[in-house]
């Protein structure tokens, strides 16, 4: 006897795709957004969760009797409690791959904004300087080229290969980064520190875990070239926030992008959204979201749901 599925979609809004039908017999629930306090009544009777952000605690799975699969719809897992999915024999699967061009993209734009102090020409341009100039281009902010320069990498899966194959199109030299403190270096990367003292700007690719949370403090920082540009389009947490804004504050480092804030959404407020300063960009975690990104990522989703229907491994966390 086939036994329908019921798919639950926890956090619908977050996903601006096109999403196809599953080839089995289902039901389906989309909401745009659950509170977390709300995700256990939603999943009472689903056997399938889908979920971006929204967390699946130890104590939603224990409301979760019929649960046998959580697919995440994202490539971070975070949000769902993996020790106790294994305890219960629920799958977890999610999206790999499908940001590996949107989110290198992004990193470049930001690269490119500060090093050719785009935001500071703004700020002269806006004050009449251009006009008042007594020749025709103006000198008064420095202007570094990406090419010739070196770019440490911390973190090395598809989306850091994939800002690696940028940098290497603009004739910028590549450091792969060690795990922090390990004295064994694997062939083709180099020690943490070393990275940090060597590279002019740093691009950080790592999952927001126990030992990578607040990889990048005071520390680190004072590891760096002053001229250094730091890039966080991983996870906000891998990064100490106030040790940042001191780093830009005090012209430690030269500048920094950020795509990730610690809490999100900072509806409580967040000190980087205050930081009015020409050598520091935040976006709202939007590198991963170009149509064609998300539209991969919906293809997947499906793909891995699908997979594990008929009883295939893929894309499986747990």
């Known amino acids: 006897m086939i036994t329908k599925e019921y798919i639950v979609f926890l956090d619908r809004a977050t996903l601006h795709a096109e999403l196809r039908i599953p080839d089995f017999d289902h039901a389906w629930v989309e909401l745009p957004a659950c509170a977390p306090d709300q995700i256990a009544d939603q999943l009472w009777r689903a056997s399938i969760a889908i979920t971006n952000k929204a967390p699946i605690t130890r104590a939603v799975l224990d409301a979760s009797p019929k649960l046998k699969l959580i697919a995440v719809a994202a490539t971070g897992t975070n949000n769902v409690d993996l020790d106790a999915c294994r305890e219960r024999g629920i799958a977890v699967c999610n999206i790999r791959g499908y940001a ?50 070196t770019l440490g ?22 450091l792969i980064a060690e795990h922090k403190g390990v004295t064994d270096i694997r062939p083709g990367r180099v020690a943490f520190d070393a990275v940090l003292a060597q590279a002019d700007q740093i691009s950080l690719h790592t999952p927001l875990t126990d030992a990578t949370r607040n990889l990048i403090g005071a520390r680190e920082f004072n590891l760096m070239k002053r001229g250094a540009l730091l890039i966080n ?56 979201s ?29």
């Not at 290969?161 to 940028?166: I, T």
């Not at 012209?251 to 804030?261: E, N």
Request: charged letters at 20%.
């Open 233 to 288: 389009t991983a996870r906000g947490g891998v990064v100490d926030e106030a040790a940042l804004i001191s780093a830009l504050k005090t012209r430690r480092i030269a500048g920094a992008g950020c795509d990730v804030l610690s809490v999100e959404p900072p509806s409580a407020g967040n000190a980087l959204l205050d930081l009015n300063l020409p050598n520091f960009l935040l976006t709202p975690h939007v590198a991963w």
């Open 100 to 149: 590996e061009h949107t989110v290198p993209e992004h990193v470049f734009m930001l690269l490119l904004a500060l090093r050719r102090n785009l935001l500071a020409w703004r700020g002269t341009l806006q004050q009449g300087a251009w006009q008042k100039a007594q020749q025709f281009c103006l000198f008064d902010h420095e202007i570094h080229d990406l090419h010739g320069s």
């Open 153 to 174: 990498l911390i973190g090395y899966g598809n989306v850091g290969a994939g800002v690696e194959r940028l940098a290497q199109a603009f004739g910028m030299r590549v």
């Open 290 to 318: 170009s149509r064609e990104a998300m539209q991969a990522l919906g293809d997947q989703l499906i793909d891995n749901i699908e997979a594990f229907v008929r009883g295939e491994l893929r894309n499986r966390v747990v």
